[in-house]
């Protein structure tokens, strides 16, 4: 397993640098780290009393990591859950938020294991994490990884524009790059929820 810096590198490395796509929710991004997100944390790069686009664009990697380890890693307890899950739902908080502890509970509950829906780490989604580890150990980290997909192609069903980041299954928006290899889609699967 790797170190959670080195998963941060890697996020990083996926989300790549300055985008300010309009399709895209998250505004002016740089890196995975969204204007809303620099806003958020007060993070004036270039001092001038207000988070513009001008500082995401100066955001360096190094300050990315920090911000997601920090901030969608550590202050969220992601460490606290089983290791084999850390990768995934890591990547999944940058780009989801609470959403990707949601889905982990409703994965939980679908188990029938006994967790709120609530988007917080705490010791039911703890325990329960490590109860269904124990219980599919082979089959859990792949199950939420079949769980994101699903999420992903609800976004795209929902609204359209967004069904260009469905495309990548190698990382990314929508990407799947810790279940690819373990996970077997049909070609159909992926394609047909693809924008053309």
Do not use: C, W
């Not at 792949?142 to 795209?156: D, E, K, S, T």
């Amino acid at each position: 397993m790797n170190d959670v810096n080195q998963i941060a590198k890697e996020i990083v490395t996926r989300e790549g640098g300055y985008v300010n796509d309009p399709d895209d929710p998250g505004g002016a991004t740089n890196f995975g780290v969204t204007i809303h997100t620099m806003r958020r944390l007060g993070l004036d790069l270039d001092r001038d009393g207000v988070v513009t686009e001008r500082d995401v664009r100066v955001l360096s990697r190094e300050q990315a990591v920090a911000i997601f380890i920090n901030h969608y890693f550590e202050r969220p307890r992601i460490r606290d859950l089983p290791a084999a899950l850390h990768a995934s739902v890591f990547d999944m908080y940058v780009n989801a938020g609470a959403n990707a502890v949601r889905i982990l509970q409703r994965l939980l509950r679908d188990m029938r294991t006994d967790v709120g829906v609530d988007g917080v780490i705490g010791p039911q989604t703890i325990a329960g994490a490590q109860q269904g580890m124990a219980a599919a150990v082979d089959h859990f980290v792949n199950a939420y990884g079949i769980a994101r997909r699903n999420y992903y192609y609800a976004l795209a069903d929902a609204r359209p524009a967004s069904r260009k980041y469905a495309r990548r299954l190698d990382g990314g928006k929508g990407g799947l790059d810790h279940a690819r290899g373990r996970v077997h889609f049909t070609a159909l699967s992926p394609q047909s929820r693809r924008a053309p």
